[in-house]
């Protein structure tokens, strides 16, 4: 599958103003190199990351969104997909052609219980490497960032409480400690295939451990109607 960076003018289906290089799309390299980066979903099963672009509906074209996340313990990302699975809550849901992936940086043993805790009901997989996250040039910080989000509906002390529960609910299994890196932050990238050509249309890299996109703009990303 070939990469094509997009000649048109950068708009952000937001309605926003673009915001330096948190939403500079990937470029030719950098998404030729993701797509050989190993990962691996609940069960274990090892694939690259570019076996998500396929298979293709009848027109030979589809249209991905790939979020990813924090830790797998993290609260604040907890509460960002709980409240996206409550707004987009099937593939159904979904525009035509289009599919949504989660993309963590733990272990893979821990996408069962993280799956159930958010009600996701969309794929989730693992970078345990956090190659993707650097090659698609995602940071690390412990930065809560100026403000909070509308998908946070705890407190910190709440949300930090929670996740220590549920490492510690972990321990037995042995993947208590391997939830991944907790200053690795992630982002929301939108891409399109068109045959054989991968396109990325859209991104946003989070600037501090709670700043996904908010759900309503993630809609408008999408072509979604309403909130």
């Given at each position: 599958m070939s990469v094509q960076q997009s000649e048109t003018s950068?708009?952000?289906p937001t309605g926003e103003e673009k915001k330096d290089d948190i939403e500079d799309l990937p470029s030719r390299d950098q998404l030729e190199n993701a797509a050989k980066i190993p990962i691996f979903n609940a069960e274990g099963k090892e694939l690259v990351f570019g076996d998500l672009f396929s298979p293709l509906d009848a027109e030979g074209k589809k249209r991905i969104l790939v979020?990813?996340?924090?830790?797998?313990?993290?609260?604040?990302?907890?509460?960002?997909?709980l409240t996206l699975s409550k707004s987009i809550s099937s593939t159904d849901s979904l525009p035509a052609g289009t599919t949504l992936a989660i993309i963590g940086?733990?272990?893979?043993?821990?996408?069962?219980?993280?799956?159930?805790?958010?009600?996701?009901?969309?794929?989730i997989y693992s970078d345990p490497s956090?190659?993707?996250?650097?090659?698609?040039?995602?940071?690390r910080s412990l930065s809560l960032g100026e403000s909070t989000p509308n998908y946070i509906q705890?407190?910190?002390l709440a949300s930090t409480v929670k996740g220590i529960s549920q490492i510690l609910k972990r321990i037995p299994a042995g993947d208590g400690l391997k939830g991944?890196?907790?200053k690795q932050i992630g982002g929301e990238f939108l891409f399109e295939v068109h045959g054989s050509v991968l396109e990325p249309v859209w991104?946003?890299?989070?600037?501090?451990?709670?700043?996904?996109?908010?759900v309503p703009a993630l809609r408008r990303v999408l072509g979604l109607e309403g909130d």
């Amino acid at each position: 599958m070939s990469v094509q960076q997009s000649e048109t003018s950068w708009q952000n289906p937001t309605g926003e103003e673009k915001k330096d290089d948190i939403e500079d799309l990937p470029s030719r390299d950098q998404l030729e190199n993701a797509a050989k980066i190993p990962i691996f979903n609940a069960e274990g099963k090892e694939l690259v990351f570019g076996d998500l672009f396929s298979p293709l509906d009848a027109e030979g074209k589809k249209r991905i969104l790939v979020i990813f996340i924090r830790h797998f313990f993290c609260g604040n990302c907890q509460s960002y997909l709980l409240t996206l699975s409550k707004s987009i809550s099937s593939t159904d849901s979904l525009p035509a052609g289009t599919t949504l992936a989660i993309i963590g940086c733990g272990s893979h043993t821990i996408i069962p219980m993280y799956a159930k805790e958010t009600a996701c009901p969309f794929p989730i997989y693992s970078d345990p490497s956090r190659r993707l996250f650097d090659i698609l040039g995602m940071s690390r910080s412990l930065s809560l960032g100026e403000s909070t989000p509308n998908y946070i509906q705890q407190s910190v002390l709440a949300s930090t409480v929670k996740g220590i529960s549920q490492i510690l609910k972990r321990i037995p299994a042995g993947d208590g400690l391997k939830g991944g890196d907790i200053k690795q932050i992630g982002g929301e990238f939108l891409f399109e295939v068109h045959g054989s050509v991968l396109e990325p249309v859209w991104c946003h890299r989070m600037r501090n451990t709670r700043d996904h996109t908010e759900v309503p703009a993630l809609r408008r990303v999408l072509g979604l109607e309403g909130d």
